[in-house]
């Protein structure tokens, strides 16, 4: 079940909050929960199983840290190194055994599916123990409570990934205000529109193109620019519906996406973009493995490490490898050989930036290598069937205005304007909600192309 279905709009997600604000408040958390294990359980119930135990492992592993830290215990380490071992050897096998099994021939043949969420809840299962050693915060005793912060629905499928800490004290008690509420609709029909009105479109016109046999310099251009804005509106769109849901049940998630096509710098993008997997492998990975505060040597061995994870973080192919260590080497490439030509001509910065993260996109949704190289080549006419020709115009008038809505939607002059709006004229901005919402539902009702890129991360 995804926020963009017919299903969750006019089913679930009304059963689920009139129910929730019709029980009491101790039947609250027990309520939100059952509907989250619910929604994980429409795709996939099997898989329902997996992540009830990760509960129980991180549970228990949770308290036991705790009393070995109250009574110094040095058994306390140990501990922790089975948490981490259970973690991430859960999301091994799960999500790269048939890798391995691809790899390494002599690996017995299983038939490994990849739980829907599963890099999501063990992120934040994982960061829960790790503070709770650290002494962060202080293990939750409520069975219910924790179960409720690992599988909560809003982010349990595709994040954002929320840390114990941000919503710790919501989790027992949160206040449900109308302001809440209300913000809560507004960011949610903002996500969907950014999904079906932009993702959904930009997707189809990516589909279109990669079918065809041949493409010109200027073809290739366009389907890479048509997945960047895709993969942007995508998923940037189901943040802010989940932010959104998130909002409407009286939790407040951490925002993830800062207008990233607006980076001035690769770090400044990693800043934008997927905010809270940033924080986590900042917070968890590359801190503790020493930071910046190393010699020269040790910090890029830092970054290659950070980012082959992050590569291999978003799926299990030899792509995202790739992928993790090219912005590996930008970044260390920009810390130090360019940084400083970025800081005195930030225009210049935003455009090489973008030039690259655009390349960057092309090694990410090709899952074969082969093919990712020959996008990459056609991006600069090798293999290309020419600079340009009759399609291209066709498709750059078929979809101009979009384009155009899709790239100043980039920017903050969309959301700016929005917000000028609703201070100066709240009844229109309420009309435009609705009107929009209604357009939303149109448009799924009579188009059937509504696909969500990161269910396979």
Known sequence: MVFSSLVFLFLFLPCTLI????????LKNPVLLLASLFFYSWGEPVYLLLMILSILVNYAFGLLIERSKALANPAIKFELALAVLWNIGALFFFKYYALMQDTFRFLPVLNVALPIGISFYTFQALSYVVDVYRGKNAAQKSFISFALYISMFPQLIAGPIVRYSD???????????????????????RGLAMKVFLANNFGQLYETLQTMPEKTVLL??????????????????YSEMAIGLGSMFGFRFPKNFDHPYMATSVTDFWRRWHISLGTWFREYVYIPLGGNRVSVFRHILNLLIVWMLTGLWHGASWNFLLWGLYYAILLILEKYVFG??????????RIVTLFLVIIGWVFFSHTNISDAWASISGLFGVGAAGFADSAVWYYVKSYGILMIVGITACTPVISKGYRFLLSKAPVLGAVIKVVLFILCVAALIFESFNPFLYFRF
């Not at 919501?170 to 960011?187: C, H, I, K, Q």
């Open 340 to 349: 400083r030509l970025w800081a005195k001509v930030p225009a210049l910065g």
């Open 19 to 26: 129910l929730y604000y019709l029980v009491p408040k101790n």
């Open 220 to 237: 290739f251009w366009l389907s890479a620019i048509a997945y960047a804005l895709q993969i942007y509106f995508d998923f940037a769109g």
């Open 167 to 189: 919503i710790e004290s919501s989790l027992s008690e949160r206040p449900a205000t109308f302001m809440n509420f209300g913000l809560g609709v507004d960011r949610f029909i």
